[in-house]
Every structure is written in structure tokens, then in C-alpha cells.
């Protein structure tokens, strides 16, 4: 898993900035593409063919949107939460959601609503997220990790 080691990474100025402020290091994107890309687990975009691939190597999950450029790799984005995604449990969506417009390349099937557990601390919950039909990968939005995850995160540290 480490012949992806040497590849280049691309980012514009304002990215690395970002990933600096949040704390992602270029390891922690290695990480992420080095199981996306050896195990062709990621998902795709339908328009823009970015893909975004998550891993959790200790106890952050990070996820990168990226494409395949030059032999290497250029990153658009990068987040990290710490709320747990406990996979495999999904269950039918609360309510239904706008069309997603990413694809499981896994299994080649777009994503579609579906009610996923989450961990964190003590507490579990269920939230709808955008998941694979078939293997029940889920997409966790760049929006939902440093919003919404990361609001929860810190009301349960505070109790
Ligand atoms: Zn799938």
C-alpha cells in the first residue's frame, strides 16, 4: 500500500491554507488515498468526476475530495470529524432528500438517502445521510462534518 507514496500532491494555496487551519496533515491524505485508490472505494461525482474517499485510521475519520491528475493527485478539499460511523446498520431515510449526485464506484450505483448510525463518546444517534444501496457506504458532506458534526462533537465533550 505504499507505491502511491512518492505521487505528487496538487493543491492551490487557499486549500493547503485550509487543511493547515484544520489540522490535516499530507500524511493524513496519503492515508485516505492510499485505501480509496488501492481498494477502488470512493465515491464519484456524476458531473465534475471529483472523487471523495474517506478513512479512519486512529480515531478521526478524514475525508478527500480529489482527482487524478498528472500522475498524481490534486485536492479540492479535505475535513475530519471524530463522530464514528458505525457501518452496516442503515435503515430507509426519515425523509427523503434531494437527488444526490454522487456514485458508490464500488458497486457503481448512485448514492441515496438512508437513516445512518453515529457514534461519539457514549452517545449514538441517527442521522440521513447520502449512502451506497448496495455496500451502505456513506458520504459524509464537507458541510455536515464541519457544521453539523462538529457541533454535536463539542456539546457531548462539554457535558
Ligand atoms: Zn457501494
Not at 500532491?9 to 490535516?24: F, N, Q, T, W
Not at 492515508?31 to 485510521?57: K, N
Not at 458497486?107 to 441517527?126: G, I, N, Q, R, S
Request: with cysteine; proline share 4%.
Amino acid at each position: 500500500m505504499n507505491n502511491d507514496d512518492n505521487r505528487k500532491l496538487y493543491m492551490e494555496p487557499a486549500v493547503r491554507k485550509l487543511l493547515e487551519d484544520r489540522g490535516i496533515r499530507e500524511e493524513d491524505l496519503r492515508q485516505v488515498l492510499a485505501v480509496a485508490e488501492g481498494e477502488g472505494r470512493f465515491h464519484s461525482h456524476r458531473t465534475t468526476g471529483h472523487r471523495l474517499a474517506h478513512a479512519t485510521p486512529g480515531k478521526v475519520t478524514y475525508w478527500v475530495e480529489y482527482v487524478q491528475e498528472d500522475g498524481g493527485y490534486r485536492i479540492f478539499t479535505a475535513y475530519s470529524h471524530r463522530m464514528k460511523i458505525l457501518e452496516g446498520f442503515n435503515m430507509p431515510p426519515r425523509k427523503e432528500g434531494e437527488k444526490v449526485d454522487w456514485i458508490c464506484a464500488a458497486c457503481d450505483l448512485p448514492l441515496e438517502w438512508a437513516a445512518v448510525k453515529l457514534a461519539y463518546l457514549d452517545e449514538t444517534f441517527v442521522a440521513d445521510l447520502p449512502a451506497c444501496p448496495a455496500c451502505q457506504r456513506v458520504l459524509v458532506s464537507e458541510e455536515n462534518a464541519v457544521v453539523k458534526m462538529a457541533m454535536a462533537e463539542r456539546m457531548l465533550e462539554d457535558k
